[in-house]
């Protein structure tokens, strides 16, 4: 079996030699650029376990809609956000 001269000098794939942190980079600087819908609204995800002298009681859930999983605790379960945050206020039965 012979190969062509044009497939030995073929470019590599898109991506090839890419490491994953670069990948990873690009995608958050494209939604950076392009806004996220908390963004929008001026909200930002912050880790309660990076504050360590906060002592964290959730009051409600966000974006159940989405969620992968289930939270059987009582709290309101918005659909997106409160309406006082721009959203639409609809809320989902536990």
Known sequence: MSTSASSRSAAPP????Q?????????RLARAREGSEKGERGLVDVFAATLP?????PGVHVNYA???????????KFKDFPVDFGGSGGQIAE
């Not at 490491?19 to 995608?27: V, Y």
């Not at 002298?53 to 009681?57: A, G, R």
């Not at 969620?67 to 309101?76: N, W």
């Open 14 to 17: 898109a991506g090839a030699g």
């Open 53 to 57: 002298t906060l002592k964290f009681i």
């Open 19 to 27: 490491s994953r942190q670069s990948s990873l980079d690009r995608r």
């Open 66 to 76: 989405e969620t992968v999983l289930p939270m059987r605790d009582g709290l309101p």
